[in-house]
C-alpha cells in the first residue's frame, strides 16, 4: 500500500443528490480495471462504523473517468487484494 496517509478527500454524491466525504487510502490495478479504498470521514453526524468503501474507476464515453460501485464479486475480490497488501506491508 501506499505510504501516504491521509492526504486525499474527495466529495461524491449519490443519484439522490446525498453528499459524501471519503478519505482516499489506496488504489490498485487488478485485469486492468483500478479500484480505490476509501475511508469515509468523520463528520460528527453518526454513520461512523460504515467502514472500508471500494470504487472502481471506468472511463466514461465522454472521455472522462468515473468512480462506480463494482459488482458484488469485484468488491470482494478487491477487498481479499486489498487485505494481502496490507498484511505484507506490515510484516517487512
Known amino acids: ?14 443519484e439522490d443528490g446525498n453528499s459524501y466525504e471519503l478519505e482516499h487510502l489506496d488504489t490498485i490495478e487488478m485485469d486492468g480495471v483500478f479500484y480505490l479504498a476509501f475511508l469515509p470521514v468523520n463528520d460528527g453526524k453518526g454513520d461512523e462504523d460504515l467502514g472500508m468503501v471500494i470504487l472502481k474507476s471506468e472511463h466514461g464515453e465522454d472521455g472522462d473517468d468515473y468512480l462506480v460501485i463494482p459488482t458484488d464479486e469485484e468488491t470482494d475480490r478487491a477487498y481479499e487484494q486489498f487485505m494481502r497488501e496490507l498484511f ?3 510484516e517487512e
Request: aromatic share 6%; charged share 35%; proline share 0%.
Open 1 to 14: 500500500m501506499s505510504d501516504e496517509y491521509g492526504g486525499d478527500i474527495i466529495t461524491i454524491s449519490d
Open 88 to 90: 505484507e506491508d506490515g
